[in-house]
């Protein structure tokens, strides 16, 4: 798995103000952004059909004076790639590209939100409940996240909650999945470059805690919202028939980034070179979500996943 599987989910652009008045002409990053679809993007026949409509909108003049900050310039190539060619992984981010390895120390706005593990309680019937709002760098939240397990260690069940989670370290995702997994499991997803070959992935990382039991009945809440590695997760659980996934359909994106491409004017893009598929059932969720197998509007979700398990609690005890 990849150690980044961030998803920046890129909605609206930016509006001008007094302040942002410069304007520039994007058409040579967006021929640029549309060589790299034909040259790197993970589906060949898809990345040369989403090249050949940027380039139409090169043609047209659309981005030939675009007036903004930088991010909001940004956010205009990211609008224009995704309208060529849906995959939300792709993404045109304002600067340098990012590095691939985290800073040693977080920073404030991931502290504020406890580095993605924001709540963790115990439910009526000793139900566990995590809810996981960000994937934050495995150096960062290890032991935040081994502090969560040793108080949920004693659940007779379990809810993982990642509605709204867009995604972030896939590390830390993989080892969250393995807590739940026998000892040695292999990987539950391959990885395949833009020829269809296995790529090589990183080796995968086993949690210092103790893994909880494979007979533990566990829940997946997962939304719209949920996309990247909380897929991920939902995903690989179910396809090793681990968890039952509750909520709504997520967001869909499977894709994996690696590496960042440079492009005129001072942006880098991010573009899928990977693609993932279930090692049982080969295929993705890419496009189309993880469905649920229990569907559940956003105020019912969690408690019909504690009705789920406590019948699944007081069946066995039968």
């Known amino acids: 798995m990849a150690s980044l599987l961030g998803l920046a989910l890129m909605l609206a652009v930016a509006q001008t103000t007094p302040q942002e008045t410069s304007c520039a002409d994007l058409r040579p990053a967006t021929e640029a952004i549309a060589a790299a ?41 990211t609008r224009a790639m995704r309208d060529a060619l849906n995959d939300l992984h792709l993404r045109v981010a304002f600067g340098a590209p990012e590095p691939s390895e985290a800073p040693a120390q977080p920073d404030a706005d991931a502290l504020v939100d406890n580095l993605g593990v924001e709540e963790v309680s115990r439910l009526p019937g000793g139900i566990g409940y995590l809810h996981l709002s960000g994937w934050a760098p495995m150096s960062w939240v290890e032991p935040r996240l081994a502090s969560a397990f040793a108080l949920l260690r004693n659940s007779t069940a379990l809810i993982i909650d990642v509605r709204g989670n867009p995604g972030g370290d896939g590390g830390t995702v993989e080892l969250v ?23 090589k992935a990183d080796a995968s990382k086993e949690p210092a805690w103790p893994r909880f039991p494979q007979a533990m009945p566990m829940v997946v809440l997962v939304d719209r919202g949920s996309a990247s590695g909380s ?46 598929e279930g090692r049982i059932s080969h295929i993705d969720w890419e496009g189309v979500g ?15 996943a504690w009705e789920f398990l406590r019948q699944k609690l007081d069946h066995a005890e039968k």
């Open 37 to 77: 679809l034909e040259s790197r993007y993970v589906l060949p026949t898809r990345g040369a059909e989403g090249a050949a409509r940027l380039r139409s909108v090169v043609r047209r003049g659309d981005v030939s004076r675009v007036c903004g900050d930088g991010p909001a310039k940004a956010a205009v190539l």
């Open 290 to 304: 993880v469905r649920p197998d229990i569907e559940a509007g956003p105020n019912e979700a969690k408690m019909l």
């Open 231 to 276: 897929e991920s997760l939902a995903f690989s659980l179910r396809e090793e028939n681990r968890a039952t996934i509750i909520g709504s359909r997520s967001a869909g994106a499977a894709h994996v980034v690696r590496d960042a491409v440079s492009l005129p004017g001072g942006f880098a893009l991010y573009i899928p070179q990977y693609r993932q």
């Open 177 to 199: 999945e393995r807590t739940f997994l026998p000892v040695g499991a292999p990987p539950t997803l391959q990885n395949f470059d833009r020829a269809g070959k296995p790529a």
